[in-house]
């Protein structure tokens, strides 16, 4: 891996000020997904670090780098999530990302199931993919979940899939974190970028310290504060 100014250790997440009054302090916090999530280009120095720092939360990180969401083989997110991750773990709240492989590998994107029963969907499509992880989620910890995007590189077959987790997030009640679609987020300028981005799909540590996730966590507090609204006026 080449050395980009980036990757200073300036920008290292260990340097991160907590936020005070943390609504997840001292919780288990599950993050999966492929190299975005695992910090590929910035030293596996990025989202997870970011979030355990800032809001003092224990870390599961299950990240594969090349990896999809559709269960074609064993290192499938699903694959990982059931033989990797610690069932009887006190996971609290569960972050998975939208793997960009699966766009880059053409994986069928399937249709929304008409019930959540996990016996009936298409593991083998991104869709049926998706379901399979809120289900088993919701089966196995019955925690929030939040999928996060990455930024906008420009892919038709990625742009679908959120476009999917939209439709999706109208059945299952789940977070969306939303990098694709933000037209401020995604206007940065060139030296900026430069800084921010590896290459165009990974981030370097100033990329998620200073760009990703500050906007990932205003998102992520936007949705914990819907939820607790919700909460309220159901009492």
């Known amino acids: 891996m080449r050395i980009v100014p980036g990757n200073d250790e300036k920008y290292n997440m260990d340097r ?5 009054d943390s609504p997840l302090r001292g919780e288990t916090v599950l993050f ?29 990180k299950e990240a594969v780098s090349g990896t ?3 269960d074609d083989d064993e290192v499938s997110y699903i694959h990982r999530l059931l033989h990797k991750v610690d069932p009887s773990a006190p996971v609290r709240l569960f972050f998975c990302q939208l793997s960009t492989n699966d766009a880059a590998q ?11 029963d996990m016996a009936a969907l298409d593991t083998h499509t991104v ?18 979940v939040c999928f996060f995007t990455s930024d906008h590189f420009g892919s038709d077959a990625y742009d679908a899939m959120v476009k999917r987790l939209y439709e999706l997030q109208e059945k299952w009640g789940f977070g969306l974190l939303d990098l694709w679609n933000g037209e401020a987020f995604n206007t940065v300028p060139e030296e900026k970028y430069e800084l921010y981005m590896y290459d165009p799909l990974h981030p370097t540590k100033a990329g998620y310290r200073m760009w990703w996730c500050p906007e990932l966590e205003r998102q992520f507090l936007a949705y914990l504060g819907e939820r607790s609204r919700r909460k309220d006026e159901e009492i």
Do not use: M
């Open 106 to 116: 053409n994986k069928p994107l399937g249709e929304i199931a008409e019930s959540r």
């Open 68 to 70: 999809t969401l559709c």
């Open 32 to 60: 999966l997904g492929s190299s975005v999530t695992r910090g590929a280009r910035s030293y596996h120095d990025g989202i997870p670090e970011y979030f355990g720092k800032r809001f003092g939360v224990n870390v599961i």
């Open 16 to 20: 991160v000020e907590a936020l005070p």
């Open 127 to 144: 869709t049926g993919a998706i379901e399979f992880i809120l289900a088993y989620a919701a089966q196995t910890w019955n925690c929030p």
